[in-house]
């Protein structure tokens, strides 16, 4: 089964064989070897299906920019992932690895009738065959297309990892550790600038690691990485950081960074993340992404065993594996040549060196023949044959532009090289400008947007020597700008293969190019005549070609197929590159996580949880609780065997009837001091605040400029120039910002100081018939009687000892008191105040039994029954406008012509012409049911509850010109009927009079 | 994520401590009560939304609180300059030809 691989070479652990599964067949593997490697040791090539056609596939490069061997990786329940790149992902034992995208197995797939059906499926062909009728798009086309859709299967169950998240910040940033990066590094390094530099595989080193023959200061490459490596690991200042891909370039040198922590470790050690996001912000960045090769476009290039001849070298020299006995090589490049001796030089027998160029390099060819190597310059390649392993290459020759007669050679793997890309992903992120260079045919960096440098092949440099001279430099200049004495030293290189070519569009042939299948996007199965056809088709712009035949848009986002299909596009439509120019290139530059893009955002710690001092006593007593805002409160108190609307009808005739006690704590509380807080006051809130005495309380009001309501809450004078202000829970923050809004840069005179006292007081509300009665005797230096501590009082005073503001406040309608006291002594106040209160039938209650109680009476809750769009008028509160206050925020703007005119939607009260039932918050009304569709929409429910002390269903709602339609009988559409409602003009369902608020029972 | 001058702690901090605050120079009316429907309009949601230089409000909210004003190029999105709440805006022309 090891045939594939050559002993006592490359960087794999021979002594320490992995073991791993790949679709249930267990396989041996190296320590060193990724999953493609070791699969290819094992001489499996056939590692996927593709998209669209189902078409047997196989590895085609060694990195990160594969799009065929896409493999589901587990490491047990809910650890499964999708689309792992077999190229990347390092093998570990017990790896177990399944081919994705075929069915019933990888050899044999039904779907690959898709390959038989081809010209349905051409370029744009959603588009054309998805058409009519309209009728099978939700029943036939969409559930078809779901289904066929996507490669892999996304997990179905919640990610069992820990995903973590930091942020850095470096003088010197470089990406990419091959040579070009490591001398940037070293250079930068070794004159104390910090430094971190980070490479995507796990093990530094580049294309040195693909190329051992080297030779640099005098040593042998890898003798020389080594070296290096010890150096910077001995750097203080340097941190090296392999596994990690630069993903994202933002703003002023900000570089996302995702970090692989685990997925390469068998066991890895408890708790520990998977992958880091790291935000690293550098004052240089030094981009060293090198050049990625590019296939060639013939038909039938995508065959399992087709794949890159800088990738066959890579699995030679790097993972010790022969992809093949008898390789035929396909080139426009002097690179695959050499991929071709070090094959020879290693006892592989290549077939064949196939060559676009009429004349290729003499030294080559001679070392080429010399090796034994047939050379056919001048040819071109027509096709290939086997079904899921490629046994013989079509060559022709050329000759005045002619394709000849074709011959077939035997062989068991094409390497293929159309030339190489420079890496500008990153330097595309900061919305650099790009220049096309027309002797290379590529684009290179041009305009810069940032402090960046690129060094290397990135910008089109060839050969291992141009790298390392070109990172120093890089890595010199980077740190002197950030204020390092840094020279760049020179490295000497021997046994460097620097060379030439050229890059073609599709290879000519003698057939039907209609009929080829020459592949530009393996993944996403994007031919050229794809490409042809959409630019025939009307499609002038790249971006256009690009989303029509959707080249480029698979997992690998065009790292191999962007310049193919631009030069093929630009062919078409008898333009140069440029003109026609490049897609844009987005982050992420390989695909990332949702875990290390959500960090620590997840479970308990997906966001901030706010809890009160009392929610600790709520979660004992096995409160149920709801989010609002980011606070965590109390919904409701079941007892045992009581479900929600038996626990709600209870915490509601408590309160009703004996006493509630209710933690209001996350009550948005600001206070308003200084001598001009009365002024400011006046003018934040509609009400009227000077003539407001001591010790007393107002319903405050609070719009936007705009006239619509934003918040509301009470307000206690508690001196001249100091005012306790409270809002609604989640209106905190917005209140506060807007309050200092004002202050700041509108009345900068006024002498006001505000202080968000939120998390300050523990605040318990007692409400009902008996509050004063339990309250009283705690409560030191304050007569509580309804006649010395009427409705709407506050003051200080001592309660349970404890320093407190007491306010006479309801928000029930009953008999009610809001207690104050320092967060930290909430919760043994809340204790003491439930023993006392035993024998007056004291009840917790929480949210919802305040919704309901609130709802009888009609109290609005801004954000549930007002949305941004009422008026104080449309929610039937003009009677907190102070009517003679000159001005305050918003007053203007309720004299608008469209705040004052007719059909505005006004909040009324509404009643089901049947008690028992409760209306759907959220429910549309209409005036008649029976009205053809879409109907006229007249307004909406705010709030529907099942109110216990009226013993049916309450509800209010917004409704077009709703106080006039008072008694009126309208209907809410829902799936199975319309349930006719009564409007009543009033929203005060219960205790009308407000006799409740003041009851006057005997103080003990 | 930008950095970001706080012209009032004078330091270059990561935009995660501050908050937008709309375009700046629109100061409210003295006396609302005084102006037309049309300049109250004009002053609650006409706003210049330019491709260029647009001065704009900014608070340092998970910092020092303050309001303060600064030019940003918003085609690069690069701060031109920051300065404090009730100074002059400053010279567009002479910051925008600096930003190329």
Same mark, same amino acid.
């Given at each position: 089964?090891?045939?594939?691989?050559?002993?006592?070479?490359?960087?794999?652990?021979?002594?320490?064989?992995?073991?791993?599964?790949?679709?249930?067949?267990?396989?041996?593997?190296?320590?060193?070897?990724?999953?493609?490697?070791?699969?290819?040791?094992?001489?499996?090539?056939?590692?996927?299906?593709?998209?669209?056609?189902?078409?047997?596939?196989?590895?085609?490069?060694?990195?990160?920019?594969?799009?065929?061997?896409?493999?589901?990786?587990?490491?047990?329940?809910?650890?499964?992932?999708?689309?792992?790149?077999?190229?990347?992902?390092?093998?570990?034992?017990?790896?177990?690895?399944?081919?994705?995208?075929?069915?019933?197995?990888?050899?044999?797939?039904?779907?690959?009738?898709?390959?038989?059906?081809?010209?349905?499926?051409?370029?744009?062909?959603?588009?054309?065959?998805?058409?009519?009728?309209?009728?099978?798009?939700?029943?036939?086309?969409?559930?078809?297309?779901?289904?066929?859709?996507?490669?892999?299967?996304?997990?179905?169950?919640?990610?069992?990892?820990?995903?973590?998240?930091?942020?850095?910040?470096?003088?010197?940033?470089?990406?990419?550790?091959?040579?070009?990066?490591?001398?940037?590094?070293?250079?930068?390094?070794?004159?104390?600038?910090?430094?971190?530099?980070?490479?995507?595989?796990?093990?530094?080193?580049?294309?040195?690691?693909?190329?051992?023959?080297?030779?640099?200061?005098?040593?042998?490459?890898?003798?020389?990485?080594?070296?290096?490596?010890?150096?910077?690991?001995?750097?203080?200042?340097?941190?090296?950081?392999?596994?990690?891909?630069?993903?994202?370039?933002?703003?002023?040198?900000?570089?996302?960074?995702?970090?692989?922590?685990?997925?390469?470790?068998?066991?890895?050690?408890?708790?520990?993340?998977?992958?880091?996001?790291?935000?690293?912000?550098?004052?240089?960045?030094?981009?060293?992404?090198?050049?990625?090769?590019?296939?060639?476009?013939?038909?039938?290039?995508?065959?399992?065993?087709?794949?890159?001849?800088?990738?066959?070298?890579?699995?030679?020299?790097?993972?010790?594996?022969?992809?093949?006995?008898?390789?035929?090589?396909?080139?426009?490049?002097?690179?695959?040549?050499?991929?071709?001796?070090?094959?020879?030089?290693?006892?592989?027998?290549?077939?064949?060196?196939?060559?676009?160029?009429?004349?290729?390099?003499?030294?080559?060819?001679?070392?080429?023949?010399?090796?034994?190597?047939?050379?056919?310059?001048?040819?071109?390649?027509?096709?290939?044959?086997?079904?899921?392993?490629?046994?013989?290459?079509?060559?022709?020759?050329?000759?005045?532009?002619?394709?000849?007669?074709?011959?077939?050679?035997?062989?068991?793997?094409?390497?293929?090289?159309?030339?190489?890309?420079?890496?500008?992903?990153?330097?595309?992120?900061?919305?650099?400008?790009?220049?096309?260079?027309?002797?290379?045919?590529?684009?290179?960096?041009?305009?810069?947007?940032?402090?960046?440098?690129?060094?290397?092949?990135?910008?089109?440099?060839?050969?291992?020597?141009?790298?390392?001279?070109?990172?120093?430099?890089?890595?010199?200049?980077?740190?002197?700008?950030?204020?390092?004495?840094?020279?760049?030293?020179?490295?000497?290189?021997?046994?460097?293969?620097?060379?030439?070519?050229?890059?073609?569009?599709?290879?000519?042939?003698?057939?039907?190019?209609?009929?080829?299948?020459?592949?530009?996007?393996?993944?996403?199965?994007?031919?050229?005549?794809?490409?042809?056809?959409?630019?025939?088709?009307?499609?002038?712009?790249?971006?256009?070609?690009?989303?029509?035949?959707?080249?480029?848009?698979?997992?690998?986002?065009?790292?191999?197929?962007?310049?193919?299909?631009?030069?093929?596009?630009?062919?078409?439509?008898?333009?140069?590159?440029?003109?026609?120019?490049?897609?844009?290139?987005?982050?992420?530059?390989?695909?990332?996580?949702?875990?290390?893009?959500?960090?620590?955002?997840?479970?308990?710690?997906?966001?901030?949880?706010?809890?009160?001092?009392?929610?600790?006593?709520?979660?004992?007593?096995?409160?149920?609780?709801?989010?609002?805002?980011?606070?965590?409160?109390?919904?409701?108190?079941?007892?045992?065997?009581?479900?929600?609307?038996?626990?709600?009808?209870?915490?509601?005739?408590?309160?009703?009837?004996?006493?509630?006690?209710?933690?209001?704590?996350?009550?948005?509380?600001?206070?308003?001091?200084?001598?001009?807080?009365?002024?400011?006051?006046?003018?934040?809130?509609?009400?009227?605040?000077?003539?407001?005495?001591?010790?007393?309380?107002?319903?405050?009001?609070?719009?936007?400029?705009?006239?619509?309501?934003?918040?509301?809450?009470?307000?206690?004078?508690?001196?001249?120039?100091?005012?306790?202000?409270?809002?609604?829970?989640?209106?905190?923050?917005?209140?506060?910002?807007?309050?200092?809004?004002?202050?700041?840069?509108?009345?900068?005179?006024?002498?006001?100081?505000?202080?968000?006292?939120?998390?300050?007081?523990?605040?318990?509300?007692?409400?009902?018939?008996?509050?004063?009665?339990?309250?009283?005797?705690?409560?030191?230096?304050?007569?509580?009687?309804?006649?010395?501590?009427?409705?709407?009082?506050?003051?200080?005073?001592?309660?349970?000892?404890?320093?407190?503001?007491?306010?006479?406040?309801?928000?029930?309608?009953?008999?009610?008191?809001?207690?104050?006291?320092?967060?930290?002594?909430?919760?043994?106040?809340?204790?003491?105040?439930?023993?006392?209160?035993?024998?007056?039938?004291?009840?917790?209650?929480?949210?919802?039994?305040?919704?309901?109680?609130?709802?009888?009476?009609?109290?609005?809750?801004?954000?549930?029954?007002?949305?941004?769009?009422?008026?104080?008028?449309?929610?039937?509160?003009?009677?907190?406008?102070?009517?003679?206050?000159?001005?305050?925020?918003?007053?203007?703007?309720?004299?608008?012509?469209?705040?004052?005119?007719?059909?505005?939607?006004?909040?009324?009260?509404?009643?089901?012409?049947?008690?028992?039932?409760?209306?759907?918050?959220?429910?549309?009304?209409?005036?008649?049911?029976?009205?053809?569709?879409?109907?006229?929409?007249?307004?909406?429910?705010?709030?529907?509850?099942?109110?216990?002390?009226?013993?049916?269903?309450?509800?209010?709602?917004?409704?077009?010109?709703?106080?006039?339609?008072?008694?009126?009988?309208?209907?809410?559409?829902?799936?199975?009927?319309?349930?006719?409602?009564?409007?009543?003009?009033?929203?005060?369902?219960?205790?009308?009079?407000?006799?409740?608020?003041?009851?006057?029972?005997?103080?003990? | 994520?930008?950095?970001?001058?706080?012209?009032?702690?004078?330091?270059?901090?990561?935009?995660?401590?501050?908050?937008?605050?709309?375009?700046?120079?629109?100061?409210?009316?003295?006396?609302?009560?005084?102006?037309?429907?049309?300049?109250?309009?004009?002053?609650? =949601?006409?706003?210049?939304?330019?491709? *260029?230089?647009?001065?704009?409000?900014?608070?340092?909210?998970? +910092?020092? @609180? !303050?309001?303060?004003?600064?030019?940003?190029?918003?085609?690069?999105?690069? =701060?031109?300059?920051?300065?404090?709440? *009730?100074?002059?805006?400053?010279?567009?022309?002479?910051?925008? +030809?600096? @930003? !190329?």
């Amino acid at each position: 089964m090891t045939s594939h691989r050559l002993p006592n070479r490359g960087r794999v652990d021979h002594a320490r064989p992995v073991r791993f599964s790949f679709d249930g067949r267990s396989y041996q593997g190296l320590a060193g070897d990724t999953l493609a490697s070791a699969l290819l040791a094992n001489g499996v090539h056939l590692m996927g299906r593709s998209f669209k056609y189902h078409r047997p596939r196989g590895v085609v490069s060694a990195g990160s920019d594969e799009p065929n061997a896409l493999m589901g990786t587990s490491r047990g329940p809910r650890r499964f992932e999708p689309n792992t790149r077999a190229t990347i992902q390092e093998l570990r034992d017990g790896l177990e690895a399944t081919s994705q995208n075929r069915w019933p197995s990888l050899a044999f797939d039904f779907g690959a009738i898709n390959d038989r059906l081809g010209s349905l499926f051409s370029a744009g062909f959603y588009y054309k065959t998805f058409m009519w009728p309209r009728a099978f798009w939700d029943r036939v086309y969409e559930p078809v297309i779901r289904k066929a859709a996507g490669l892999g299967v996304s997990p179905s169950e919640p990610d069992a990892d820990r995903y973590a998240s930091r942020f850095a910040h470096v003088e010197v940033l470089v990406v990419g550790a091959g040579p070009a990066g490591l001398a940037a590094a070293l250079a930068a390094g070794r004159c104390g600038a910090s430094v971190m530099l980070v490479d995507e595989t796990a093990e530094p080193g580049g294309s040195l690691l693909s190329e051992p023959s080297v030779t640099i200061d005098g040593r042998p490459a890898w003798d020389w990485l080594a070296a290096i490596l010890a150096e910077l690991a001995a750097l203080p200042n340097v941190t090296i950081m392999p596994r990690t891909t630069a993903i994202g370039y933002y703003h002023q040198n900000l570089i996302g960074l995702a970090q692989r922590l685990t997925d390469h470790l068998a066991a890895p050690p408890e708790g520990a993340p998977r992958e880091r996001l790291w935000r690293v912000r550098a004052g240089q960045v030094v981009l060293a992404q090198g050049a990625l090769e590019k296939p060639l476009v013939f038909d039938g290039n995508d065959r399992p065993g087709v794949m890159l001849a800088g990738a066959a070298q890579t699995y030679l020299n790097r993972y010790s594996v022969k992809i093949g006995d008898r390789p035929a090589i396909v080139t426009t490049h002097d690179s695959a040549w050499f991929a071709a001796f070090d094959l020879a030089e290693a006892g592989v027998k290549p077939a064949a060196i196939v060559d676009l160029r009429a004349s290729v390099d003499p030294a080559l060819a001679a070392r080429a023949r010399a090796l034994g190597i047939e050379v056919l310059p001048g040819h071109t390649v027509t096709g290939t044959s086997g079904r899921l392993r490629v046994q013989s290459l079509r060559v022709n020759r050329i000759e005045n532009g002619k394709v000849g007669a074709a011959r077939e050679i035997a062989c068991d793997a094409v390497l293929m090289c159309g030339g190489w890309t420079p890496s500008l992903h990153l330097f595309s992120h900061t919305r650099g400008s790009l220049t096309w260079d027309g002797e290379l045919k590529a684009f290179l960096p041009g305009e810069k947007t940032e402090a960046v440098q690129i060094a290397g092949a990135g910008r089109g440099l060839w050969g291992i020597a141009a790298a390392l001279d070109d990172g120093a430099s890089a890595g010199a200049a980077a740190a002197r700008v950030a204020g390092h004495d840094a020279t760049a030293q020179g490295h000497a290189v021997t046994v460097d293969r620097t060379g030439s070519g050229i890059t073609c569009k599709e290879l000519p042939t003698d057939r039907d190019p209609a009929r080829a299948k020459a592949f530009i996007d393996f993944q996403n199965d994007v031919t050229a005549k794809d490409i042809r056809l959409a630019v025939r088709e009307g499609m002038r712009s790249i971006e256009h070609v690009k989303r029509y035949t959707t080249n480029g848009m698979a997992t690998d986002q065009g790292k191999m197929s962007n310049l193919n299909g631009l030069m093929i596009a630009a062919d078409a439509l008898g333009q140069e590159a440029p003109q026609v120019g490049l897609t844009t290139f987005r982050p992420p530059y390989t695909p990332t996580s949702f875990g290390t893009l959500a960090g620590y955002h997840q479970a308990a710690t997906f966001e901030v949880t706010r809890k009160t001092p009392i929610d600790p006593w709520a979660q004992a007593q096995g409160a149920v609780f709801e989010p609002v805002a980011l606070w965590r409160r109390a919904w409701y108190f079941p007892k045992p065997g009581e479900d929600r609307h038996a626990a709600v009808n209870r915490e509601c005739r408590a309160v009703r009837t004996a006493v509630g006690i209710f933690d209001a704590s996350t009550l948005g509380k600001i206070e308003v001091v200084g001598p001009d807080a009365v002024t400011f006051l006046e003018r934040m809130y509609t009400n009227p605040w000077a003539k407001l005495g001591i010790g007393r309380c107002r319903y405050g009001l609070l719009l936007g400029e705009d006239g619509f309501i934003r918040d509301d809450g009470v307000i206690g004078r508690l001196s001249e120039g100091r005012f306790h202000v409270t809002t609604t829970t989640g209106g905190a923050a917005r209140v506060l910002n807007m309050m200092e809004d004002y202050l700041q840069t509108e009345w900068p005179e006024l002498k006001v100081w505000l202080t968000s006292t939120t998390e300050q007081w523990a605040v318990i509300a007692l409400q009902g018939p008996n509050a004063r009665k339990l309250l009283a005797p705690f409560v030191e230096g304050l007569d509580v009687s309804e006649a010395a501590f009427p409705h709407m009082s506050v003051a200080e005073c001592t309660v349970a000892g404890l320093p407190a503001r007491l306010f006479r406040v309801s928000f029930t309608g009953e008999l009610g008191f809001e207690i104050n006291v320092p967060a930290r002594h909430g919760r043994a106040l809340w204790e003491k105040l439930m023993a006392a209160g035993q024998p007056y039938g004291i009840t917790p209650y929480g949210t919802e039994a305040m919704h309901v109680l609130r709802a009888e009476k009609g109290y609005i809750i801004v954000g549930q029954d007002t949305d941004g769009t009422l008026t104080p008028d449309d929610a039937g509160l003009s009677w907190a406008i102070g009517k003679a206050k000159p001005d305050f925020v918003g007053k203007r703007s309720l004299a608008r012509p469209d705040m004052v005119a007719k059909g505005r939607k006004q909040l009324v009260g509404l009643l089901t012409d049947d008690p028992k039932t409760v209306l759907e918050e959220g429910a549309q009304i209409v005036a008649d049911p029976h009205q053809p569709k879409p109907m006229t929409m007249l307004g909406h429910v705010t709030s529907a509850y099942w109110s216990e002390a009226l013993g049916r269903s309450i509800a209010m709602a917004v409704i077009a010109d709703g106080r006039a339609r008072d008694g009126e009988t309208l209907h809410i559409p829902m799936p199975d009927r319309a349930i006719p409602v009564r409007v009543v003009r009033s929203t005060v369902f219960y205790d009308p009079e407000g006799a409740r608020l003041s009851l006057r029972e005997e103080t003990p | 994520m930008l950095l970001i001058r706080c012209p009032y702690c004078e330091q270059d901090l990561p935009e995660l401590e501050f908050a937008y605050a709309g375009e700046a120079h629109i100061a409210r009316p003295q006396d609302p009560s005084s102006v037309s429907d049309e300049e109250w309009r004009d002053f609650l =949601f006409i706003r210049s939304n330019p491709r *260029g230089v647009h001065v704009e409000r900014w608070r340092h909210v998970n +910092g020092c @609180a !303050r309001f303060f004003n600064a030019a940003r190029e918003t085609v690069s999105d690069r =701060f031109l300059a920051t300065y404090k709440a *009730g100074e002059p805006r400053p010279d567009i022309a002479s910051l925008s +030809g600096e @930003a !190329r």
